[in-house]
């Protein structure tokens, strides 16, 4: 679902265990008109969640985006069969999102355990350049924009696109240059790897599709509630803007 003014809405996470109905019903209540779906609540429901999310869009004025797997699916997994697996999960979440006219699919970008030599290092951001190029390939053929995300860095790991230059090689690096291709600014991980969020913007302003909305104190990404979301979103752009908390109350919070 394309969007021709900016979308404000709320991540769909693993720990919430209300209905797709019951969440936008929640958002609806306070203002907000977006979904994210994370690929972790899809997989831990009972039943099909297209049908009801369907008969939301189809009811409501919402629109919706898609988060792909993260949680032990490494993009850049040394391991081929793994790494196959890894790309196999995102373009279910695409095949998802294409069936509702989804706006996007967020992608995370695979890291470098740092306690490893530098060929081993190398070789990982190898697997996972390959896997962003297939599943941007793919995201075209589907016609559902694949958005690259800012990891938040970490002391034991060395995330592909955790800074502006990390990011900037990444994309550069890519044998693939596709309109499908956009980014999803996370100020939370941004924040916590010590990058002011403004530099992002000045650097991919154009590309970035997907705003995901958090805080925390610089140390930690703990995805507390974030009052002043709206400004920051009007200086970033983008079309889909995220609130990612882990409790329902927080997003209250947010918007309150």
């Given at each position: 679902?394309?969007?021709?003014?900016?979308?404000?809405?709320?991540?769909?996470?693993?720990?919430?265990?209300?209905?797709?109905?019951?969440?936008?019903?929640?958002?609806?209540?306070?203002?907000?008109?977006?979904?994210?779906?994370?690929?972790?609540?899809?997989?831990?429901?009972?039943?099909?969640?297209?049908?009801?999310?369907?008969?939301?869009?189809?009811?409501?004025?919402?629109?919706?985006?898609?988060?792909?797997?993260?949680?032990?699916?490494?993009?850049?997994?040394?391991?081929?069969?793994?790494?196959?697996?890894?790309?196999?999960?995102?373009?279910?979440?695409?095949?998802?999102?294409?069936?509702?006219?989804?706006?996007?699919?967020?992608v995370h970008?695979?890291?470098?355990?740092?306690r490893y030599?530098?060929?081993?290092?190398?070789?990982?951001?190898?697997?996972?350049?390959?896997?962003?190029?297939?599943?941007?390939?793919?995201?075209?053929?589907?016609?559902?924009?694949?958005?690259?995300?800012?990891?938040?860095?970490?002391?034991?790991?060395?995330?592909?696109?955790?800074?502006?230059?990390?990011?900037?090689?990444?994309?550069?690096?890519?044998?693939?240059?596709?309109?499908?291709l956009r980014?999803?600014?996370?100020?939370?991980?941004?924040?916590?790897?010590?990058?002011?969020?403004?530099?992002?913007?000045?650097?991919?302003?154009?590309?970035?599709?997907?705003?995901?909305?958090?805080?925390?104190?610089?140390?930690?990404?703990?995805?507390?509630?974030?009052?002043?979301?709206?400004?920051?979103?009007?200086?970033?752009?983008?079309?889909?803007?995220?609130?990612?908390?882990?409790?329902?109350?927080?997003?209250?919070?947010?918007?309150?």
């Amino acid at each position: 679902m394309s969007a021709e003014s900016p979308r404000f809405g709320a991540s769909l996470d693993v720990r919430f265990e209300e209905s797709i109905a019951e969440f936008a019903s929640f958002l609806e209540h306070h203002g907000l008109n977006h979904i994210e779906v994370r690929q972790g609540y899809v997989d831990v429901q009972d039943g099909d969640v297209l049908a009801p999310l369907e008969n939301v869009l189809a009811s409501r004025d919402f629109s919706v985006t898609f988060h792909a797997p993260h949680i032990d699916c490494a993009m850049g997994n040394r391991n081929e069969r793994l790494r196959n697996a890894a790309v196999e999960g995102v373009k279910h979440t695409l095949d998802m999102a294409t069936a509702v006219d989804a706006g996007g699919v967020v992608v995370h970008g695979g890291s470098s355990r740092v306690r490893y030599p530098a060929h081993v290092q190398a070789r990982s951001r190898e697997q996972a350049l390959r896997s962003i190029e297939e599943c941007t390939r793919y995201a075209a053929d589907v016609g559902v924009p694949l958005c690259l995300e800012n990891s938040r860095d970490k002391s034991s790991e060395r995330r592909h696109t955790a800074t502006p230059d990390r990011m900037a090689a990444f994309l550069s690096d890519l044998d693939i240059d596709s309109e499908y291709l956009r980014l999803t600014l996370d100020v939370g991980h941004a924040k916590a790897s010590g990058v002011p969020y403004e530099r992002f913007v000045d650097r991919f302003g154009d590309r970035i599709h997907v705003l995901h909305l958090h805080d925390n104190d610089g140390t930690a990404d703990d995805h507390e509630p974030l009052s002043g979301y709206r400004e920051i979103a009007a200086h970033v752009g983008a079309t889909y803007n995220v609130l990612e908390m882990k409790a329902l109350s927080d997003i209250a919070a947010c918007v309150a």
